[in-house]
């Protein structure tokens, strides 16, 4: 099993900058497919981003594509997402999330919400 505690959100201005990192201990780290999600307030969870456990390869949802950049330091049990030029539309609760996915190798990603475990979240809110 492991165990993510999340931390960096906090309130941004639009158009501002926000680091999240996702700290992890249990397991080893490199074992497992990572990814971020967000719930705004009475919607859905969705997804944001996933990185493959060697970190050389990552996807995005189109709305964060070009202004958010997912990464990982496996020496360091951590996941990080930088999130640039907010909007308003970005405030939510992010959470990471982990998954030991049997297949796919070290390049393997998981754009979906089927992860095993799960961080409690921080809040990003983005307003003036």
């Known amino acids: 099993q492991v165990q993510l505690v999340e931390s960096g959100g906090g309130l941004v201005q639009p158009g501002g900058s926000l680091r999240l990192a996702c700290a992890a201990s249990g397991r080893t780290f490199s074992n497992y497919v990572m990814g971020w999600f967000r719930q705004a307030p009475g919607k859905e969870r969705e997804f944001v981003s996933t990185?493959?456990?060697?970190?050389?390869?990552?996807y995005y949802a189109d709305s964060v594509k070009g202004r958010f950049t997912i990464s990982r330091d496996n020496a360091k049990n951590t996941l990080y997402l930088q999130m640039n030029s907010l909007k308003a539309e970005d405030t939510a609760v992010y959470y990471c999330?982990?998954?030991?996915?049997?297949?796919?190798?070290?390049?393997?990603?998981?754009?979906?919400?089927?992860?095993?475990?799960w961080g409690q979240g921080t809040q990003v809110t983005v307003s003036s």
């Open positions: 990185i493959s456990r060697n970190g050389d390869h990552t």
């Open positions: 999330a982990a998954d030991p996915l049997p297949y796919g190798g070290s390049s393997a990603l998981l754009p979906t919400d089927n992860y095993d475990y």
